[in-house]
């Protein structure tokens, strides 16, 4: 994670030879443990570097699906332009590519925090139409505190986007399940991928969703870390205290959640929806039924 320009503006502030090094053997020991797959939700604000990407995902061996779309560092730019001249730019990196690199992105991520501000509603708007010109799903960053992802779903809904193509992230920052099951019922995914997280601790965050699941919504749930290999956003302190507030890394919830789901009483098959059918099925486009 980084700021818009960074990387090749300012190269040198960025250590690209060891960041590579280490997402590769971050993911590389992933990989060992059944990581195949990740979707990498960084974005141009966000300091997006597809070059590096591409090198740690060959050196790896596992799959990075990349994405398009905007953070919420919103370029002045687009703040003061309409969702019909950010949609194609979005349409390029997904038909296209990115960096003039032909990697092409598989995903569209938008956020909102704290609110969906003005500008912030003219990226939903954006994406919504780059969803519905290209097929590739919608995820997004939200503030649970403030229910971020209902204003979310209305845009969305006003855009005629088909909600079972979109994905509310960061709801495992949430624990009351009426915001949930509201959120789930519309027809959304929910992203539950703040894992270990802050707030909110990693044990309550794995009951909510032993709750969903026992609710019936096992189905429309997909989990994440919210992790990076390398954050320039943030103080060299806190950097330093990452390794130790979660240790597993890109296997936290493979380590820890997963087998406290199945303490909790949730079936292999459930587990196996969460890790592998899930995310399939929310990428392809499949139907899957809600609750109700």
Partial sequence: ????????????????????????????EAKSEGVDTIFD????DLGRDVRIIEAVAKGSGVN????????????????VASPDEIAPLYVREIETGIQGT??????????????????????????????????????THTFTENRVGDRQVEIFEDE???????????????????????????????GLDRH??????????????????NAGYGKRLMLSHDWSVAATMMTKERAAERPVTNPDNYLFISR???????????????????MINN???????CVVFSRR
């Fill in 1 to 28: 994670m980084s700021s818009a320009g960074i990387q090749d503006t300012f190269p040198e502030f960025i250590d690209r030879v060891s960041d590579i090094e280490d997402g590769i053997r971050l993911l590389k």
């Fill in 41 to 44: 939700l960084s974005t141009m």
């Fill in 64 to 79: 990075i699906v990349v994405a398009t779309g905007t953070w919420l560092d919103i370029p002045r730019s687009f703040a």
């Fill in 102 to 139: 032909g990697i092409k992105a598989g995903i569209i991520k938008l956020a909102n925090e704290p609110f969906v501000t003005e500008d912030g509603e003219v990226i939903l708007r954006a994406g919504a139409r780059a969803h519905q010109a290209t097929g590739v799903p919608l995820y």
């Fill in 160 to 190: 005629g986007v088909d909600l079972n193509r979109v994905c509310i992230g960061h709801s495992n920052d949430s624990t009351d399940m009426d915001y949930l099951t509201g959120l789930l019922d519309k027809g959304v995914w929910l």
């Fill in 196 to 213: 270990p997280g802050q707030g909110v601790t990693w044990q309550e965050r794995s009951k909510t969703l032993h709750r969903l699941i």
């Fill in 256 to 274: 820890n959640v997963l087998p406290m789901l199945l303490e909790l009483g949730a079936t292999q098959g459930q587990v196996d929806d969460l």
């Fill in 279 to 285: 995310p399939r099925s929310f990428w392809e486009g």
